[in-house]
Nanobody, 123 residues
Framework: QVHLVESGGGSVQTGGSLGLSCVVSGSMYNVAFMAWFRQAPGKEREGVAA????????WYGDAARGRFSVAFDHSKKTAYLQLRRLTPDDTAIYYCAAGQPTRLLSQDEYNSWGQGTQVTVSS
């Protein structure tokens, strides 16, 4: 397992943008993918995006596709999630995760989690 710390959350208005970061501490040996999940009040946690640490190949959930961008910087051991064209439906706590999943947007497949960062979008 690795230690993950997210940052970059905040409050924006509809249509705005935010950039989230997730710094990894520890060995990357068993980290093939980094992923972002989110959980809104009263809802289940859902997969937002995943990125392969080896080559930055990216996968997106339905809510993120076309609006969000995920990336990983090996030199900084940091994963990024750029959020664009935000709406109130994007309001949630955003978590980063690390592991060797087979199902990239399934939370059960990840064994390291950050503490989460709040994103609030107002209308």
């Amino acid at each position: 397992q690795v230690h993950l710390v997210e940052s970059g959350g905040g409050s924006v208005q509809t249509g705005g943008s935010l950039g989230l970061s997730c710094v990894v501490s520890g060995s990357m040996y068993n980290v093939a993918f980094m992923a972002w999940f989110r959980q809104a009040p009263g809802k289940e946690r859902e997969g937002v995006a995943a990125v392969a640490t080896a080559d930055n190949s990216a996968w997106y959930g339905d809510a993120a596709r076309g609006r969000f961008s995920v990336a990983f910087d090996h030199s900084k051991k940091t994963a990024y999630l750029q959020l664009r064209r935000l709406t109130p439906d994007d309001t949630a706590i955003y978590y980063c995760a690390a592991g060797q999943p087979t199902r990239l947007l399934s939370q059960d497949e990840y064994n390291s989690w950050g503490q989460g960062t709040q994103v609030t979008v107002s209308s």
